[in-house]
């Protein structure tokens, strides 16, 4: 199980868009937006563990950076952007 911050969190997960040609600026730009609303809104997910003004995200390791940007490409894909947050899991 791999534990890190939030801030931490969001600067592998940009590291892991940035490794997909087919994701634009704009998309990644909207998925950072997607996961501030959803944090902001302390919204259930098993990643997120919600500790006062805090937020550490829990990952089983590595690899689940990997399957979130892979999914995000196939929300896209698929014209489904707004329920990759819906229910935020792998």
């Known amino acids: 199980m791999l534990k890190i911050s939030y801030e931490d969190f969001k600067e592998e997960i940009r590291a892991e868009f940035y490794g997909y040609e087919e994701i634009s600026e704009e998309a ?15 919204k259930k ?29 196939a929300a896209i894909i698929n014209e489904d952007l707004e329920n990759y947050f819906k229910d935020w899991s792998l």
């Open 28 to 42: 990644i730009a909207k998925w950072f937006n997607l996961l501030e609303a959803f944090v902001e809104h302390k």
């Open 45 to 73: 997910s098993t990643f997120l563990n919600y500790k006062g003004d805090s937020v550490e995200v829990v990952l089983k390791d590595e690899a689940d950076l990997f399957m979130m940007v892979d999914k995000y490409l």
